[in-house]
Nanobody
Framework: QVQLVESGGGLVQPGGSLRLSCAASGFTSSTYAMSWYRQAPGRERELVAR????????NYADSMKGRFTISRDNAKNMVYLQMNSLKPDDTAVYYC??????????????WGQGTQVTVSS
């Protein structure tokens, strides 16, 4: 079975930190670009960060630059999101996504089930 399972969410006070993890199984995650998305109630799902298959390039949404860091360990089929200086506006469900395109142009992607992050005093 193909799975992406997020963990590490929870309740944290403003200014605090959390590290989210995404465990991939059932496929070779090292051939996929990996991303973190988030969705708050009543809002559209938005890209948080993305990392290339080899981990050489990353990009972030503007509101996350300087606070969040995406990384991966392909040997362990793991992707991480380190979140620092958290704000109440960061409260959302955070999702892990895997994405690849074959030599024939066929796109394949998978989503995790999400993990809740709540930033509140």
């Amino acid at each position: 079975q193909v799975q992406l399972v997020e963990s590490g969410g929870g309740l944290v006070q403003p200014g605090g930190s959390l590290r989210l993890s995404c465990a991939a199984s059932g496929f070779t995650s090292s051939t996929y670009a990996m991303s973190w998305y988030r969705q708050a109630p009543g809002r559209e799902r938005e890209l948080v960060a993305r990392i290339t298959s080899a981990g050489g390039l990353t990009n972030y949404a503007d509101s996350m630059k300087g606070r969040f860091t995406i990384s991966r360990d392909n040997a362990k089929n793991m992707v991480y999101l380190q979140m620092n200086s958290l704000k109440p506006d960061d409260t959302a469900v955070y999702y892990c996504k895997a994405d690849t395109v074959s030599n024939r142009g066929l796109r394949t992607y998978y989503w995790g089930q999400g993990t809740q992050v709540t930033v509140s005093s």
